[in-house]
């Protein structure tokens, strides 16, 4: 079985497993979904969902998040952290889609990098989640350690492991397999102590068993 037939096979069991997998952010627009993924920059997505209900209630529009206080908006989201840099590129980015693009969100990854606070992770999320496009892969933090752990690619780059799993994978399945592997590493393959013994493809998996603090069960 060579690697892309065990990628393959290990997506097959993930999708057994997480049939449901989805983005757990929580947005009623194009332009809530950019501003959510902007913020949850590490941190958590618990703690994004939170904050946001605040801040799109006082600033519902991306006019509205423009022509925001700063200072307003750093007290709305210093939950988040790093705050100060989030509450620059959040509202930059509403007064880039103002001046630039009619006030609505870019549906390009050309037109989406311009924004302040974006790179491939916001813009792949978002297109696949806004506007149904397989661009990319967005990789976080668990997609970035299961790509490891399952041999998928040996790159520190995350640009350059994304163009791994997108080497693996076939287009269609690009957008989905994002949640299914963030789904996997909350539920089993945790970062410090995988439950390597409760694992569906341990079996698979050349780190199984190795990893230091593996578990067998929860």
């Given at each position: 079985?060579?690697?892309?037939?065990?990628?393959?096979?290990?997506?097959?069991?993930?999708?057994?497993?997480?049939?449901?997998?989805?983005?757990?952010?929580?947005?009623?627009?194009?332009?809530?979904?950019?501003?959510?993924?902007?913020?949850?920059?590490?941190?958590?997505?618990?703690?994004?969902?939170?904050?946001?209900?605040?801040?799109?209630?006082?600033?519902?529009?991306?006019?509205?998040?423009?022509?925001?206080?700063?200072?307003?908006?750093?007290?709305?989201?210093?939950?988040?952290?790093?705050?100060?840099?989030?509450?620059?590129?959040?509202?930059?980015?509403?007064?880039?889609?103002?001046?630039?693009?009619?006030?609505?969100?870019?549906?390009?990854?050309?037109?989406?990098?311009?924004?302040?606070?974006?790179?491939?992770?916001?813009?792949?999320?978002?297109?696949?989640?806004?506007?149904?496009?397989?661009?990319?892969?967005?990789?976080?933090?668990?997609?970035?350690?299961?790509?490891?752990?399952?041999?998928?690619?040996?790159?520190?780059?995350?640009?350059?492991?994304?163009?791994?799993?997108?080497?693996?994978?076939?287009?269609?399945?690009?957008?989905?397999?994002?949640?299914?592997?963030?789904?996997?590493?909350?539920?089993?393959?945790?970062?410090?102590?995988?439950?390597?013994?409760?694992?569906?493809?341990?079996?698979?998996?050349?780190?199984?068993?190795?990893?230091?603090?593996w578990r067998e069960q929860a």
């Open positions: 079985m060579d690697l892309k037939q065990r990628a393959a096979a290990v997506d097959a069991r993930l999708k057994e497993l997480y049939p449901r997998a989805a983005i757990a952010l929580g947005y009623e627009s194009d332009f809530q979904l950019l501003v959510a993924v902007i913020l949850s920059a590490q941190t958590t997505d618990v703690g994004v969902n939170k904050v946001t209900p605040i801040l799109f209630a006082r600033f519902p529009t991306p006019e509205a998040l423009a022509g925001a206080d700063p200072t307003e908006v750093e007290d709305i989201v210093r939950p988040t952290g790093f705050f100060r840099n989030k509450t620059k590129n959040i509202v930059g980015a509403a007064q880039r889609i103002v001046a630039e693009f009619g006030g609505r969100v870019p549906d390009t990854m050309e037109d989406l990098l311009t924004l302040p606070g974006v790179a491939r992770k916001t813009a792949n999320i978002v297109l696949y989640n806004a506007f149904g496009k397989a661009e990319g892969i967005a990789v976080d933090t668990h997609v970035f350690r299961l790509a490891h752990r399952l041999g998928y690619s040996e790159h520190q780059d995350t640009d350059k492991v994304e163009r791994d799993l997108m080497a693996l994978f076939p287009r269609e399945e690009w957008g989905a397999l994002t949640y299914r592997l963030i789904e996997h590493g909350r539920a089993i393959c945790d970062a410090k102590r995988p439950i390597c013994g409760q694992c569906a493809v341990a079996e698979l998996c050349p780190s199984a068993y190795t990893v230091k603090g």
